[in-house]
């Protein structure tokens, strides 16, 4: 069982920048592949970005291509996500999620374990 916690969420002005964190309470947190997962209200959660167990591949998706950065530290049972250039459309709950495994999981139905989620609201 992996319980994940994450914090850092908040109100900030567009153009703004947030680090979200998630921290794991599990000994073997280098065996899982950790992701990040987002819900606006009246949607669907979706993809956000993942991160392979070494930190050796990452992936994101379009729309925060080249603003966000996942980033793991396997040491501290950690992994974060730097949001940059923030956007009104950013604004959702945000959720950190692991999976067990080498690969990068970019599919919300290969996650096992997710954390309770942090609110991020980005006024414009």
């Known amino acids: 069982q992996v319980q994940l916690v994450e914090s850092g969420g908040g109100l900030v002005q567009a153009g703004g920048s947030l680090t979200l964190s998630c921290s794991a309470s599990?000994?073997?947190?280098?065996?899982?592949?950790m992701g990040w997962f987002r819900q606006a209200p009246g949607k669907e959660r979706e993809f956000v970005a993942a991160?392979?167990?070494?930190?050796?591949?990452?992936q994101y998706v379009a729309s925060v291509q080249g603003r966000f950065i996942i980033f793991r530290d396997n040491d501290k049972n950690t992994v974060h996500l730097q949001m940059n250039s923030l956007k009104p459309e950013d604004t959702a709950d945000y959720y950190c999620a692991a999976a067990p495994g080498s690969k990068l999981f970019v599919d919300v139905t290969e996650y096992w374990f997710w954390g309770q989620g942090t609110q991020v609201t980005v006024s414009s």
């Open positions: 991160i392979t167990w070494d930190s050796g591949r990452a």
């Open positions: 599990v000994q073997t947190f280098s065996l899982y592949g």
